[in-house]
């Protein structure tokens, strides 16, 4: 411990003990409380909804607040003092919460558990701790006997890793078994409190196919073993590499659809990484917020009222509807790869669904609270490289049976519910923005 003490601080030592003993008394109950109720769950509808961007290089504090954050997350050095002050320093000034991430190796317990109860003890605001960046299977074991010390030396603090995606590793391409059994080694071996990955679609060539695959793998995956389920999302372009600088519609495709899954958290790679192989990140060179930073600034008070709601709520289903598409005398009905066709089973008060507008169709996602009320999701996936959302526009068109009359619509703007009447029963011609849905309530 005394390695993470710092000049000027002789009595870090016993503050971080009085501090250890006294988390464990109260701690011990909350921790108790998660273990019977769902730890990650209970940490989810207990805090603000979780938006950040990877910090690896000095920022301005202020900057990132005012682009409309709730937490922060950063990559430091416990050992550097100025560099922890100016990120969780300032973050804690600021009232921000704060999550550290740290790159955990085979042989680095010690450095995750006395760099975790530094810093909780020197800042305010602690909220999670992200122990391992995408390590292999032969590490998974390793890695969770190193998230079980960290937690117990700090049971009131999310514990998690970041997770391979599905597109990171050839093999799981070729044999998409190997993929699905990594998952289950990370539910089972490392035990996080959340089940988080990165993967990051937007190629040169086109969006990946598997990026709808890997949304509905970590639903599944995390639903079965009741952990809450967040993801890494692409806020960047790479100079040279496979990296396109995602659109607005792209931007906001990545977001809409992670929520449409049931994800109850988002974190974006990276805010101000400018070195090679990054061309842009949220902030460009300049310093000052990119393309893609305007993008996410825009719409992050939507997703934050959003995901209020959302991070109450179980994804009980989710559906992709087809674009019809007049092709060569001919209709197309594109399906992405890893995606369940809406038919009329999927809701008996759904009778049918048409997309008249966007190729790439819309998704249909299914909640229940606890109190048993039942939310509807819609989200139009249409998106392309240099496509504002305005011109990706689609249109959606869903037919309701007798009983559904009128549905409830949340406003995201002010976080109310609106009720929308549906002439003969149908919700006529919703337009939405590309990459961008809308929340629904049906009426008791």
Request: glycine share 10%.
């Amino acid at each position: 411990m005394a390695n993470f003490c710092f000049k000027g601080h002789p009595r870090c030592i016993f503050v971080v003990m009085i501090m250890v003993l006294s988390i464990g008394i109260k701690g011990s109950v909350f921790a108790e409380k998660n273990d019977a109720q769902g730890r990650g769950q209970q940490w989810v509808q207990s805090h603000p909804f979780t938006i950040n961007a990877i910090i690896d290089a000095p920022a301005d504090m202020e900057q990132y607040k005012a682009m409309g954050f709730t937490s922060v997350f950063a990559v430091v050095d416990p050992k550097k003092e100025a560099w922890t002050d100016a990120i969780f320093g300032q973050a804690a000034k600021m009232g921000l919460g704060w999550h550290w991430f740290y790159r955990w190796k085979p042989g680095k317990d010690d450095e995750a558990v006395k760099g975790s109860q530094f810093l909780y003890s020197r800042y305010k605001g602690c909220l999670g701790l992200s122990i391992g960046d995408e390590n292999p299977e032969g590490e998974l074991q390793e890695l969770g006997k190193a998230l079980t010390k960290v937690r117990q030396v700090l049971p009131d603090t999310l514990v998690y890793c970041a997770m391979r995606g599905k597109d990171m590793v050839p093999e799981y391409t070729h044999k998409p078994e190997l993929y699905l059994e990594y998952v289950d080694r990370v539910v089972s071996e490392v035990q996080p409190d959340v089940l988080m990955y990165d993967q990051y679609p937007f190629y040169r060539g086109g969006t990946a196919g598997t990026f709808y695959q890997n949304l509905a793998i970590i639903r599944e995956k995390a639903l079965a073993a009741g952990v809450p389920y967040w993801n890494w999302l692409q806020g960047f372009a790479w100079t040279d590499g496979p990296f396109h600088e995602p659109s607005e519609s792209e931007i906001r495709l990545q977001a809409y659809a992670s929520l449409t899954y049931g994800f109850t958290g988002l974190s974006y790679w990276t805010y101000n990484s400018c070195y090679k192989p990054y061309s842009k990140s949220l902030l460009g060179p300049d310093g000052k917020p990119s393309g893609i930073g305007q993008s996410l600034a825009a719409m992050l008070p939507e997703l934050k009222v959003l995901g209020e709601v959302l991070k109450n709520l179980k994804s009980t289903g989710i559906y992709y509807c087809a674009s019809r598409i007049y092709r060569e005398g001919q209709w197309l009905y594109t399906q992405p790869q890893g995606t369940v066709r809406w038919s009329e089973k999927a809701d008996p008060r759904i009778t049918n669904v048409k997309v008249s507008d966007g190729p790439h169709g819309f998704l249909m996602g299914f909640f229940k609270d606890a109190d048993g009320r039942e939310y509807l999701m819609l989200t139009n996936c249409n998106h392309a490289q240099n496509k504002n959302a305005m011109e990706a526009l689609g249109v959606i068109t869903v037919y309701f049976n007798w009983k559904v009359s009128a549905l409830e619509q949340l406003d995201c703007k002010t976080g109310s519910w609106v009720k929308v009447h549906l002439a003969d029963h149908v919700l006529l011609h919703h337009t939405l923005p590309g990459g961008t849905g809308t929340l629904f309530r049906f009426v008791k």
